[in-house]
């Protein structure tokens, strides 16, 4: 059996590759997350539509997403909706399934928050006149969102930790870059390490980001607009 050692030069030739991976990484986790955040938001606000249809129809949406697998789901987005004549990149799919799938985490989140308001709020809102619209952006939402902050913090690591799921179709992130590169110099050791590694220090880096920004969050939150 062969000894198992650590090869400095074989590590340091593949890193740059392996980096390349990490910007693909770090590009679907980001806008997947910009996604997430504009379903969750919407998400959140038709769960508490007065209309019985659009807030069952927005439950029934947010449970069947969370009770499946995200990889069932980019396999879904990747194979069956080009027979319905929608093509998408590996990228474009995977940050379309990590949008929606915690978008639907998200939801909850917000509207926990949302509904965490104190009811002088809204009772406040509501002798100033304010329309609806005024309420939830001016009063509601920047209060809300300081309570969703750490939640919403690692919503968005989790989903970074899962985007190795999206190697299956095909998307050269780090961890396929990784898998490739040991099958070719029949080297995983390296490769693998330097991912975790890797993941390791990106995650840390956003965990150490959100808790900044908590500290520095106001108690009656930034105004929207």
Known sequence: MDELYWDWGFALEVLPVLLQGAKVT?????LGSLLALVVGVVLALLRRSRLHFLRWTARGVIEFIRST??????????????????NLSPLATGVLALGLHYGCYLAEVFRAGIEGVDHGQWEAARALNLSRFHTY?????????????????????AM???????????????????????????????????VGVLYLVFSLIAAIAVLLLERKFPPEGFRLR
Not at 69 to 86: A, D, K, R, V
Not at 168 to 187: C, D, P
């Open 160 to 194: 970074f930790k899962e985007t190795p799921q999206l190697s299956a179709i095909t998307l050269l992130e780090m961890m396929q870059l990784a898998k490739i590169i040991g099958s070719e110099n029949f080297r995983y050791l390296e490769p693998l390490t330097l």
């Open 137 to 157: 952006f001016d009063v509601v939402f920047p209060q809300a969102l300081r309570a969703a902050l750490p939640a919403t913090g690692n919503y968005v690591i």
């Open 26 to 30: 770090l590009l679907a986790t980001l």
């Open 69 to 86: 697998p995200l990889l069932i789901q980019i396999f879904f987005i990747y194979y069956i909706t080009p027979e319905i004549g929608i």
